[in-house]
């Protein structure tokens, strides 16, 4: 498939790489992209400044009808989208689907709400001898925005950061991961199909270490969006002297169960988010402090559950895991497991490693006695169908050295709910859920700094960067 800037479809030049993109289930090779790298800004850039201008006075009422064209497209075509996430990326079918219901929503939203790209009106205090006065904010934009995308969502959050820029009336150059490239170029074309102005997104394909960070280190770029590792988000800050950014890193995720907990409800819970999609989206828990008193009935219900997850075809609509994505990512997930092995855990169940170049996965593995001080699953995002899980002698053992740690978010299993609020309005923590773990789709109204949280009141946007704000959220 080619890359699409300037304005059109542009294939490998003569003497140039291509990147093979393969379905890690089968091994078999889908397509080939073109692998760029920053040299190629010299001829992104220049159209995509142009139109970025002319996007700047563009009348909204055009680029909402241009979603609402988008939107009938892809839900033509949501079934063809499910089946290239499931080839390109190995997810399961189920899942592949609803991450399309998940892109379908967020471009209905932009689509027939106009105003979230309007102007805000608000009251200003006064004394009365200055007479009644009201003010009013103007989004204005960037100018082009740069969309860095990693595989684990590799349609929803291209759909979020390239229609959301849009909609502000920036001009979009789209980066997808290396490893789910064109679904990416599949949304351009759709885009495109919507009636969107051709100079006004461009999608480049190539590695991170060379075209992403020469797309950061570039000065016509005035907006980074960017979800990834930690890793990823730290070489990006590093080059954001000169622009604003909106980024965020895979959450380490990890859950508390006390004594008065529902443990039949709460094994469902962590399993069934710890191991969707193979335990490679954000906010997947990754480490469980059980009270000692329920310590051996979780493990066993956990291992049950564990053992009874489905490995398969992702086209199967019975298959809960698929493959992992990339071969690396294998490797790292043996390197982490072997640490915690070293550090004095045990496998309880599942743990079988195939690297091959198909059928790349791990069967899902539970791991005991993974200590708070010792293991990494609490401090590092594991990405991967892996879980840890430790004992402690009761709250306020588990509280104390939680508060040492900095998750991003953190979850409460408890009877006791009021307990679990006064605890979360004195933990240091992002994200507090109460007998519930969020969905990855959470992620973006959860996390300070992103899109919807710079949609409020202009006064309460005022107080939001006055201080560190911290959602705590009650499932029931």
């Not at 073109?34 to 201008?53: F, H, N, T, W, Y």
């Not at 191991?275 to 049950?304: D, I, K, Y």
């Not at 005022?462 to 704000?469: D, K, L």
Request: aromatic letters at 6%; one cysteine or more; hydrophobic letters at 40%.
């Amino acid at each position: 498939m080619k890359a699409y800037y300037a304005g059109k479809w542009q294939a490998t030049r003569p003497g140039g790489q291509e990147t093979s993109v393969c379905n890690p289930y089968t091994g078999e090779v889908i397509d080939t992209v073109p692998r760029l790298d920053g040299s190629i800004l010299a001829e992104v850039m220049p159209s995509l400044q142009r139109e970025a201008k002319s996007l700047a006075v563009k009348d909204r009422g055009e680029l909402f009808a241009i979603f609402q064209r988008l939107h009938a497209v892809m839900e033509s075509r949501k079934e063809e989208l499910a089946r290239m996430i499931v080839c390109e990326h190995g997810k399961p079918v189920v899942q592949a689907e609803s991450e399309v219901a998940n892109a379908l929503a967020s471009c209905r939203v932009l689509a027939f709400n106009s105003s979230l790209a309007g102007a805000e009106i608000m009251p200003i205090p006064s004394e009365a001898k200055f007479g009644n006065r009201y003010g009013f904010t103007v989004r204005h934009p960037h100018g082009v925005v740069a969309a860095l995308t990693p595989s684990p969502q590799p349609l929803i959050l291209p759909v979020v950061a390239t229609l959301y820029a849009l909609a502000a009336g920036n001009a979009v150059l789209l980066k997808p991961s290396r490893h789910t490239p064109l679904i990416a170029l599949t949304l351009v074309e759709m885009l495109l199909e919507a009636g969107c102005p051709p100079n006004a997104i461009a999608c480049v394909t190539g590695h991170g270490d060379k075209l992403g960070r020469a797309i950061c280190n570039h000065p016509g770029i005035h907006h980074v969006f960017c979800r990834g590792r930690l890793k990823t988000i730290r070489d990006i800050r590093a080059s954001a002297s000169f622009f604003t950014t909106e980024l965020q890193w895979s959450c380490v995720s990890s859950c508390v169960v006390m004594k008065t907990g529902k443990l039949e409800q709460v094994a469902d819970k962590i399993v069934s988010a710890a191991f969707e999609n193979a335990g490679q989206s954000a906010f997947c828990p990754t480490w469980v402090a059980v009270h000692q008193a329920r310590h051996e009935e979780l493990r066993e219900l956990l291992r049950l559950r564990i053992e009874g997850l489905r490995i398969g075809d992702p086209m199967d609509r019975t298959t809960d895991l698929g493959p992992i994505t990339a071969v690396a990512m294998l490797r790292r997930l043996r390197r982490r497991v072997d640490h915690e092995l070293n550090a004095g855990a045990e496998i309880v169940c599942g743990g079988v490693f195939n690297e091959q170049a198909h059928r790349r996965r791990v069967v899902p593995l539970l791991l005991d006695k993974c200590g708070l001080k010792t293991t990494r699953f609490c401090r590092q995002e594991v990405s991967g169908p892996i879980l840890g899980i430790t004992k402690v002698s009761g709250s306020r053992e588990a509280t104390l050295q939680l508060a040492s740690q900095r998750f991003h978010v953190l979850t409460f299993f408890t009877g006791d709910e009021n307990w679990a609020i006064r605890e979360a309005m004195r933990l240091p923590f992002d994200n507090i859920h109460i007998n519930g773990i969020p969905a990855w789709t959470d992620g973006l109204i959860c996390i300070p700094g992103n899109p919807v949280r710079a949609g409020r009141s202009s006064a309460e946007g005022r107080v939001h960067r006055m201080s560190h704000i911290r959602d705590v959220i009650c499932h029931e």
